[in-house]
């Protein structure tokens, strides 16, 4: 079973904190844009994780 290593764990970490310090700082929650396209990278990260988890 892959496990997700300390490398790529660590550059999980960064990437969501950058998007969610880039979200704040430029206001994109609170903008009038579709939800989805909002918290797709957001899910393309959790995507991810999952399956690497599982497979």
């Avoid at 764990?9 to 939800?35: C, E, H, K, M």
Wanted: hydrophobic share 60%; net charge positive; proline share 4%.
């Amino acid at each position: 079973m892959n496990k997700i290593g300390n490398i790529e764990r660590f550059i999980l970490l960064i990437s969501f904190s950058a998007l969610v310090l880039t979200y704040s700082a430029f206001g994109l929650l609170q903008a009038d844009v579709n939800p989805l396209l909002k918290l797709l990278p957001f899910l393309a990260i959790g995507i991810y994780i999952l399956v690497k988890k599982s497979f």
